[in-house]
């Protein structure tokens, strides 16, 4: 029972989209039932629903901001709506419908309305066909989305979300990428022709997604903990998180130091017409060193040690700097690459 048990709770934290979809539901359910009661209701009651969804699809935080973000931009779209089938009217249905769009499409921009911006278009077409450009329809799409996202808002506070699982999908995502990518790149250190850095990014601009993905699953998490007594027993598995998260970061931007010593050609001071590069010599033992940080990156992604790997890529670094005696043109590049990848196995302590 208790493995049973375990194995339910394992299923329930890792899938949060369930518990998303359970508090849409009662809080849409909710507001279908309530809003009967609000007077005047009779004729668009289901905008209180879709408020209760909109309230419900984001953290505590995130539910009151987005909730005022799109009530606010289905009121400016009501508004513009019903300003221009005011002063060009029916007559020229298609001349008022693109009138609307064009206005209510630039103002869904503001700042002030952020992600939630893109209503105002929506509100804007909704008030001229279903409302007929009448200012009353206006009031009541507005406040009944508001009524129902207060709703959500509600259900939220009691049982407020904590989306750890999609960060931690996130942070596992970009540990992934940045060692295949690292790997790769260690491979190709060791080919007789390697790619021009844009072919490098054109070709490997996962990385750069994946880290964007995790920054803001990571945020989303912090931003969860406002009012959230449930965040609390989770803070310690927040603070790792967010540390490996960091940690990657750092990694990320190391690596990208790395390829573009690499892959760049790099001028040799007080020689302009003279480029420096990377001998067969040097190439390999850097090489080594970037699959030993790759496998360091998966171990603490399987939860295993990293510190054999790690120190399997110090020595590599460390002969490297000891047996070679650099040609001036290198030695620069050498001492930037090693410099780099250090920094980078300094990250995991």
Not at 66 to 71: A, D, I, K, P, R
Not at 288 to 297: F, G, K, P, Q, W
């Amino acid at each position: 029972m208790h493995a049973v048990r375990r194995r339910l709770l394992d299923h329930w934290t890792s899938h949060p989209r369930i518990a998303l979809a359970l508090r849409a539901a009662v809080a849409s359910a909710i507001a279908w039932i309530l809003v009967r009661f609000v007077p005047g209701s009779q004729d668009y009651p289901y905008y209180a629903p879709f408020g209760a969804i909109i309230a419900t699809t984001s953290t505590l935080a995130g539910s009151v901001r987005e909730s005022l973000q799109s009530v606010g931009a289905i009121v400016v779209g009501g508004v513009i709506a019903w300003a221009v089938d005011l002063v060009v009217g029916d007559d020229i249905a298609a001349l008022t419908i693109g009138l609307v769009v064009a206005i209510s499409v630039s103002v869904a921009g503001w700042r002030v309305l952020g992600a939630m911006g893109g209503w105002a278009p929506t509100a804007a077409v909704f008030t001229l066909i279903i409302g007929h450009g009448e200012a009353g329809f206006i009031g009541a799409y507005g406040g009944l989305t508001l009524f129902g996202a207060l709703i959500g808002i509600l259900v939220n506070m009691l049982a407020p979300p904590l989306p750890l699982a999609p960060a931690r999908i996130a942070v596992s995502r970009t540990r992934s990428v940045l060692a295949a990518q690292l790997r790769e790149l260690a491979e190709l250190m060791v080919q007789y022709e390697l790619p021009t850095l844009e072919q490098w990014h054109r070709e490997h601009g996962e990385l750069g997604r994946a880290r964007a993905d995790m920054q803001r699953a990571v945020s989303r998490v912090h931003e969860s903990l406002t009012a959230n007594a449930r965040a609390r027993r989770h803070r310690q598995a927040l603070d790792v998180l967010t540390q490996q998260a960091e940690s990657l970061d750092r990694v990320s931007l190391l690596v990208s130091d790395v390829s573009d010593l690499v892959l760049r050609p790099h001028g040799v001071p007080g020689y302009p017409s003279m480029q420096a590069a990377l001998t067969d010599e040097v190439r390999e033992p850097i090489a080594r060193a970037m699959a030993r940080v790759s496998d360091a990156l998966e171990a603490k992604g399987h939860g295993a040690d990293p510190d054999p790997e790690l120190a399997a890529a110090d020595a590599e670094l460390n002969r490297l700097l000891e047996a070679q005696s650099f040609r001036t043109h290198e030695q620069m590049l050498v001492h930037s690459v090693v410099l780099a990848l250090r920094r980078a196995l300094d990250t995991f302590e």
